[in-house]
């Protein structure tokens, strides 16, 4: 490669060094490379997996700087150029130019050093400081004098600086170039001749500075000599050398050093004025008394810029003669410059579920002072749930400590302190915001561990029953709550056709009506589910209860309602006031209050004849039966229920006055339709003839009754039988709210359309009627134990006739 027409030596790795956690590599360049110039491959030459290079996040920073004057190809593993490189602009006049970089990678955290020695190109060419040189030497100056030249300047180094110096042929002066240490050419003109101011007053000559590059580069000057009268005495500095020693951040006017020249002339030739050498721009932060030789502050002192300066000062006398010292003025470090915190990696949010010890973010620290202004300590505050490790150099790990939860601390404000150890020690701070990322760890949890509804019966299709609400505190769709109901059956028919439930706002709704009737209660299960990735469910269980609604009439059961068929009562002459006729059988489907049944009598043949018990509905004789009541009475019994409003039936009870059917001679004329006469004429007929064969039976008892001559006794006090025929197929009793008591029994009835009917005497549970075990027997015999020594004849208690 070549800069500016001269050829540049390539690239070379002068070393590298891998160190077991600090490797150190050094790649040497030239100056003004072109930006993105291949310095070398440096993934290779410290062994690293090019393949991995991307995810390890490489970058390369320079120590103690901002500026990038390389970079890293991810792909490649090549170390390029990124920023042009002056030598002269970083290091000056210094034989050596380093650029010390740090290469850092991540996953694991990894810090490799890098020194990127800067060689020099003949890039600028020499130079004087002054336009033109003036001396004025005194014709009386003898043959070999010598009169220093300033040097000329050329801010490259080494062999690219100043090698030689020519002047251009004249009568009177050549030039001597001495090397002094260092390999500085100390240029003196030499007087050859003898100076005749009468023969030519001035001398004017070109005096030429050569470096040592290939090609070469030159700077001139004009050399004008004026001769004068004799000047025999240079000016003499007290020291060749001065050394003074200011901290930095002087102010400025602050006395540096002051120095001083001598010259024993007179007069004119005796006043010495003092001049700096402002070859570099940073010496111009001093200035210098050109008559007291006094250096003082001008400009601002900074130890990490420039921790030293070497000025050449000269000392001239009126006619011109000079001569040189050097001032060297070393800088001590104040603790002026804060440490500075730089993030240079972090993982931001952080999930939740991150297990402690986890690496969320890279922190370097610098601090620009020297030795142990630039010792930092690192702290964050006490709190939270991470903590700084000391990593490689300077180089911190930001990792966790504990568990995070979200839903508890869903971001934190993470301050990072460093302080320095100068006295007095100076301290910063950086604050780092991470936020905590969501993960789906809460299942939705229900406001309450179950639910209850309550639906009254023959409800609206789609009306609301409740509604359940479950929290999720997780974010985003890992908080939606999405409600559902899981499969079941209730009562062998799916869920679904039940009930529903909105999937957003979870309110259960009803898909059909309900019969309280027909079922009273069931539970179903709804899950609330989130939308995370896992998802994650709760269930609860809702029970829903149908409450009964006054929907059924009572249902009478006795005496049948069914067709045009009738039932009669017999009620014999001898019956006494409060003695049971019958009883008006009825039950309600429906439960509680609804299901609480009152019976009335409406309307009857004799008004105050029979009553009817208000909750039993048994019918009874309010007194004695007297000859003047009629044979036939007619009952109509309105049973009501108690719900709101309340429903009610109606039934018609026959009653006959009598003692045998032989009494009866109207029987025929018993009927709801004529049209059924001639049946029910062909049924009186079927029931005389079984009346007979009754009547005659119970002759044979009434005969064994007399010949005990006891008193005689109303053998009925009971109910009838009801026929399980009668019962409605769902009817079932549900204590202390049914409608059908078990304190009465018919063992037997007898009914005008039956063939087959047979007789037998009732048993009850009520005290006035006879035990349920004495009942007709076989034979007189058996008969008449049953009864004991009862003196007095039995009588006929009743006949149920039924129509057919």
Not at 32 to 41: D, P
Not at 306 to 329: H, N, Q, V
């Amino acid at each position: 490669m070549g800069y500016k027409g001269f050829p540049v030596a390539g690239l070379a790795v002068c070393f590298a060094v891998i160190l077991p956690t600090l490797a150190d590599i050094s790649y040497s360049i030239a100056e003004e490379m072109k930006q993105g110039s291949v310095i070398g491959n440096i993934a290779k030459d410290l062994g690293l997996d090019v393949s991995r290079l991307t995810s390890r996040k490489p970058r390369v920073d320079t120590e103690g700087s901002s500026k990038r004057y390389c970079d890293i190809k991810q792909n490649s593993g090549d170390l390029i150029v990124s920023q042009r490189i002056d030598r002269e602009a970083l290091c000056g006049m210094k034989p050596s130019c380093v650029i010390k970089l740090e290469l850092v990678l991540e996953n694991p955290l990894e810090l490799h050093r890098v020194n990127l020695h800067i060689q020099d190109i003949n890039d600028n060419s020499p130079f004087f400081k002054k336009d033109a040189v003036k001396l004025e030497i005194r014709e009386s100056t003898e043959k070999g004098a010598r009169f220093s030249l300033d040097d000329a300047l050329d801010a490259d180094i080494g062999e690219n600086g100043v090698k030689s110096y020519t002047l251009q042929r004249n009568e009177y002066f050549i030039l001597n170039i001495d090397t002094q240490s260092g390999g500085r050419k100390q240029c003196e003109l030499v007087l050859d001749n003898k100076l005749d101011r009468e023969k030519k007053m001035e001398v004017n000559m070109v005096l030429t500075a050569v470096d040592g590059g290939s090609p070469q580069r030159t700077g001139t000057v004009m050399i004008h000599v004026t001769v004068l009268d004799a000047n025999d005495n240079a000016p003499v500095f007290s020291q060749a050398l001065y050394k003074a020693s200011l901290p930095e951040n002087s102010l400025i006017g602050a006395a540096v050093i002051t120095v001083k020249a001598n010259d024993p002339d007179e007069g004119i030739n005796g006043e010495v004025r003092y001049e700096l050498d402002h070859f570099s721009e940073k010496n111009k932060i001093f200035s210098l008394d050109s008559i007291t030789g006094e250096v003082k502050v001008n400009g601002p002192i900074d130890f990490e810029e420039e921790s030293s300066f070497e000025i050449r000062i000269s000392a001239t006398d009126g006619p011109g003669l000079a001569s040189y010292a050097t001032l060297m003025i070393e800088v001590t470090d104040v603790n002026d410059n804060e440490p500075m915190i730089s993030v240079k990696s972090l993982t931001n949010p952080i999930a939740e579920n991150v297990s402690p010890g986890t690496e969320v973010g890279i922190i370097n620290v610098q601090d620009r002072d020297s030795e142990k202004n630039r010792q930092v300590r690192c702290s964050i505050q006490p709190n939270v749930p991470f903590k700084l490790v000391p990593s490689i150099k300077n180089y911190y790990s930001l990792v966790s400590t504990g568990p995070l939860d979200r839903e508890l601390v869903s971001e934190y404000n993470i301050t990072i302190i460093a302080t320095d150890e100068g006295s007095p020690p100076l301290s910063s701070s950086k604050t780092v915001h991470l936020s905590v990322a969501d993960v789906n760890d809460n299942p939705p949890v229900f406001e309450e561990q179950s639910y209850s509804a309550y639906v009254t019966e023959n409800n609206k299709p789609g009306s609301a029953l409740c509604s359940v609400t479950a929290q999720d505190p997780d974010w985003r769709q890992n908080g939606t709550v999405i409600y559902s109901l899981l499969a079941a059956e209730v009562n062998g028919a799916p869920v679904s056709s039940y009930l529903s439930v909105n999937g957003d706002t979870g309110v259960i709704h009803a898909v059909r009506s309900f019969d309280y009737e027909h079922f009273r209660s069931f539970t179903v299960h709804v899950m609330a589910r989130d939308n995370g990735s896992p998802p994650l469910s709760s269930n609860v269980s809702v029970s829903v209860f149908i409450t009964d609604v006054n929907d059924n009439s009572p249902q009478i059961l006795y005496p049948s309602p069914e067709g045009n068929s009738f039932m009669t009562e017999l009620v014999p002459k001898a019956a006494h006031g409060g003695s049971l006729v019958s009883k008006v059988i009825a039950v309600d489907a429906d439960s509680g209050q609804n299901a609480w049944l009152s019976y009335h009598i409406v309307k009857s043949t004799d008004p105050g004849l029979f009553t009817i018990g208000l909750h039993s509905g048994e019918i009874r004789t309010q007194r004695d039966i007297s000859e003047s009541d009629s044979m036939k009475q007619n009952l109509i019994v309105a049973v009501k229920d108690n719900g709101q409003p309340s429903l009610s039936a109606t039934c018609t009870m026959y009653l006959l006055i009598s003692d045998n059917l032989a009494e009866v001679p109207e029987l025929k004329d018993i009927s709801y339709d004529e049209n059924n006469s001639k049946l029910t004429f062909y049924l009186i007929i079927a029931l005389v003839c079984v009346s007979t064969f009754f009547l005659t039976f119970i002759i044979i008892i009434l005969g064994v009754r007399f010949c005990r001559r006891r008193k005689p006794r109303l053998l009925f006090d009971g109910a009838v039988a009801i026929p399980s025929a009668y019962l409605p197929p769902n009817y079932a009793e549900v204590d202390g709210t049914g409608t059908l008591r078990s304190a009465y029994n018919y063992d037997a009835y007898l009914t005008t359309g039956s063939r087959t009917s047979d007789f037998k005497f009732v048993s009850s549970y009520n005290d006035n009627t006879l035990p349920a075990d004495q009942t007709l027997r076989k034979s007189p015999s058996d008969f008449a134990d049953a009864f004991g020594d009862s003196d007095s004849s039995p009588e006929i208690l009743y006949t149920s006739l039924a129509e057919l």
